[in-house]
């Protein structure tokens, strides 16, 4: 006779689809790093490391609402478009100051990431994650 695995042991229903949605929301995020990076080293020249930063955090939120509204968070959230966008960068402002601290600190103190801020960028987005995900998961697409 085969058995299953109890719900204790597995994390029932609901721990794996939160797992299977953090999965998504890195995913999301990897592309929000992507974006964020190419937007800061195209307005860097422009705007200095800290407006180009700044910009670049907007811009990517934005996607990343974006993208989570379609897939990580499929079917979830209320509102229009507009109030879940708003919803969603107003729960992040936690996340954007861990996120844009690091970065900012990173590039006032460390030489090397100053003339590489990919890794302030890179470290800014790992800080936020988990307070973003939890943010979006409680308050923007329940």
């Avoid at 180009?52 to 079917?75: D, E, Q």
């Avoid at 861990?98 to 990431?113: D, M, Q």
Wanted: with cysteine; net charge positive.
């Amino acid at each position: 006779m085969e058995t299953r695995p109890s719900r204790a042991i597995t994390g029932g229903g609901r721990h794996h689809a939160a797992i299977a949605e953090f999965f998504r929301f890195g995913c999301v995020g990897t592309l929000g790093f992507l974006i964020d990076t190419a937007t800061v080293y195209a307005l860097a020249g422009a705007l200095g490391l800290y407006g180009a930063g700044a910009v670049a955090y907007l811009v990517a939120a934005s996607a990343n609402w974006a993208l989570n509204r379609v897939w990580t968070f499929r079917g979830r959230g209320t509102g229009g478009v507009l109030r879940q966008w708003a919803r969603f960068l107003a729960t992040n402002t936690a996340g954007f100051v861990v996120n844009r601290g690091v970065y900012a600190a990173l590039i006032a103190f460390l030489p090397l990431v100053h003339a590489y801020p990919v890794l302030a960028v890179a470290a800014g987005a790992v800080a936020g994650m988990g307070l973003n995900f939890f943010s979006a998961r409680r308050f923007v697409f329940r």
